[in-house]
C-alpha cells in the first residue's frame, strides 16, 4: 500500500520561532499533496493543496504568509509554520495522491502535533 | 461550513454488536469516503463509494450511499474492541476543469467497543 511519512512527529518550540514540518510519500509519485490541520476532538480543516512544481492553493481564512507550503518534488512537500504563536499549537496532517485525474484516494501522513509555547 | 455530518458523534456499543454510523452532505458529490482515526494519529482510508453506488462491502464494513436523500452510512459488524476509534466522512467535490478536487470531512464519530 501507499505510505505517507511526516516528520517530525511532534515538536515543541518557543513562540515567535519557525518549525518546518515534512512529508514524503515514500513509496509512489504524489503530484498533488494536501495539508490539514485539527484541534482536538474536532475534524480536519484543510489548509492547502499544493502540486508539484506550482505554488500552493490556500483555503479561504489560511494565511499563505505564515504558513509556507513547498512542494518540492513528487515525493515531498513541506510546511513552514513562520513565527508560530500558541494559537498555531494543533495537529498537523499531511496526505498525498498520486497523478492523474482518475486517482481519488489521499494518502495519509501520521501527523505532526505542533505544541507552541 | 462542514460538508459532511456524521451522527450520533459518539457511539458505546458491546464487542460482538454491529456498528452503524450516519453521514450526510450538502452538495453534490463525486465520490464519498470513510475514514479511521486513532487517539493521536493519522487517517487510515478505510472504504470509497462513487456516486454511482448505492453500496459496497468490504470485510466487516458495509458502506451505503443515497444520493437523493444526500447521506452514506458505515455499518460494522461484529465488532471488536480494536474497532475503538473515530470515524470521518468526507465527500469529494466534483472536478472542474483545471481544478483539484479536494475532501471535506465531518466532525467524525467517537466509537467505543466494551470488551
Known amino acids: 500500500g501507499a505510505v505517507v511519512s511526516q516528520h517530525p512527529s511532534r515538536v515543541i518550540c518557543k513562540s515567535g520561532t519557525s518549525v518546518k514540518i515534512e512529508c514524503r510519500s515514500l513509496d509512489f509519485q504524489a503530484t498533488t499533496m494536501f495539508w490539514y490541520r485539527q484541534f482536538p476532538k474536532k475534524s480536519l480543516m484543510l489548509m492547502a493543496t499544493?502540486?508539484?512544481?506550482?505554488?500552493?492553493?490556500?483555503e479561504q481564512g489560511v494565511e499563505k504568509d505564515k504558513f509556507l507550503i513547498n512542494h518540492a518534488s513528487l515525493t515531498l512537500s513541506t510546511l513552514t509554520v513562520t513565527s508560530a504563536h500558541p494559537e498555531d499549537s494543533s495537529f498537523y496532517i499531511c496526505?498525498?495522491?498520486?497523478?492523474?485525474?482518475?486517482?481519488?484516494?489521499?494518502?495519509f501522513g501520521p501527523g505532526t502535533r505542533l505544541l507552541v509555547l | 461550513s462542514q460538508q459532511g455530518e456524521e451522527d450520533p458523534q459518539a457511539l458505546s456499543i458491546q464487542e460482538g454488536e454491529n456498528a452503524t454510523m450516519n453521514c450526510s452532505y450538502k452538495t453534490s458529490i463525486n465520490n464519498l469516503q470513510w475514514y479511521r482515526q486513532n487517539s493521536g494519529r493519522g487517517l487510515v482510508h478505510l472504504i470509497l463509494?462513487?456516486?454511482?453506488?448505492r453500496e459496497k462491502h468490504s470485510g466487516r464494513l458495509r458502506v451505503t450511499l443515497d444520493t437523493s436523500k444526500k447521506s452514506s452510512s458505515l455499518l460494522i459488524t461484529a465488532s471488536r474492541a480494536a474497532d475503538t476509534a473515530s470515524y470521518f466522512c468526507a465527500t469529494d467535490f466534483p472536478w472542474e476543469a483545471g481544478a483539484n478536487s479536494k475532501l471535506t470531512f465531518g466532525k467524525g464519530i467517537t466509537l467505543s467497543v466494551r470488551p
Open positions: 496526505s498525498a495522491r498520486r497523478g492523474g485525474r482518475t486517482k481519488r484516494t489521499q494518502y
Open positions: 463509494i462513487r456516486s454511482n453506488e
Open positions: 499544493s502540486n508539484e512544481g506550482s505554488k500552493a492553493t490556500y
